[in-house]
C-alpha cells in the first residue's frame, strides 16, 4: 500500500528550536527561583505543556501553578520568534514539494498558539491539510496520542501514513502509533540507537525527502 499521507514534526524537523526550548526553559525556570539542567531539556523532549510544565514545578522547584509556567515559558519563547524563526535549511522546500503529491499534517509538542505562529511565519499555513498538538491529546510522545488523533483529523489510514519525526519520544510515539517513521536525527539531541531501529527510514537531512524516499515506505 503506498503511502498517501504525511504527517510531520515541527521542533527539530522543520525549525531548529530545540536548543530555543532549553534557553527559555532554562531562563525562566531560574528567574523563579529553580534550577534547570540540559539533562531536563532531555527528559520533557515530547512531552506536553502541562507534562513539563509539571516537570519544572515538581522537579525544578519552581513555586507556580502549571498554568503561570505554561504561559511564562511560551510567551518568552513567542517573544524569540518574533526576532526570526530559526527554519531548517531546506525544510519549506521540501514540504511544498511533497503537498504536491501527498496530504500533509502535523503532529507537535508545540502549544497550538506557537504552532500558529510558525506555520504563518514561515509561510506554510495553506500546506498543511491538519495540525494537532499534543496539548489537544492526553499524553504527549512518546505515547501514540498525538499521531492517532492527528491521523483521525486528517481521515487518514495510518498503514497509508507517514510520521516524519528527529527525537526519540518522536520516533517512538509514531511507531507506537502504527504509522511507517522517517528519522531525521536531532544532531545536538540524538535518539538512542534503540530508537532508531524504529525507524524505517533515516536521513541525514529534510532535504533528502523526496517523492521517491517516501514511496519507498510503501507496505504489502
Request: proline content about 5%; overall charge negative.
Amino acid at each position: 500500500m503506498p503511502i498517501t499521507t504525511i504527517v510531520f514534526d515541527l521542533d527539530g524537523v522543520l525549525i531548529d528550536s530545540e536548543d530555543l526550548w532549553n534557553e527559555v526553559r532554562r531562563d525562566f525556570t531560574v528567574a523563579h527561583g529553580g534550577s534547570w539542567t540540559e539533562q531536563d531539556q532531555r527528559a520533557v523532549m515530547g512531552d506536553n505543556s502541562w507534562q513539563w510544565a509539571y516537570h519544572i514545578r515538581t522537579v525544578c522547584g519552581v513555586e507556580l501553578g502549571e498554568r503561570r509556567i505554561i504561559e511564562g515559558v511560551v510567551a518568552r519563547l513567542l517573544a524569540r520568534y518574533e526576532e526570526g524563526v530559526p527554519v531548517i535549511a531546506g525544510a519549506p522546500e521540501t514540504v511544498v514539494s511533497l503537498a504536491r503529491a501527498y496530504r500533509l499534517g502535523l503532529a507537535s509538542s508545540a502549544p497550538p498558539e506557537v504552532i500558529r505562529f510558525v506555520v504563518r511565519r514561515v509561510g506554510l499555513g495553506s500546506v498543511f491539510s491538519g495540525w494537532l498538538s499534543s496539548d489537544d491529546v492526553a499524553a504527549g510522545k512518546p505515547a501514540p496520542d498525538a499521531y492517532l488523533a492527528a491521523c483521525a483529523r486528517l481521515h487518514a489510514d495510518r498503514a497509508r501514513t507517514a510520521a516524519v519525526e528527529d527525537s526519540q519520544n518522536g520516533l517512538l510515539a509514531a511507531r507506537n502509533a502504527g504509522l511507517a517513521v522517517v528519522a531525521v536525527p536531532n544532531r545536538r539531541y540524538p535518539p538512542a540507537p534503540a530508537a532508531l531501529e524504529a525507524a524505517d527510514l533515516v536521513l541525514a537531512s529534510i532535504a533528502e525527502l523526496t517523492p521517491a524516499t517516501v514511496a519507498s515506505l510503501a507496505r504489502q
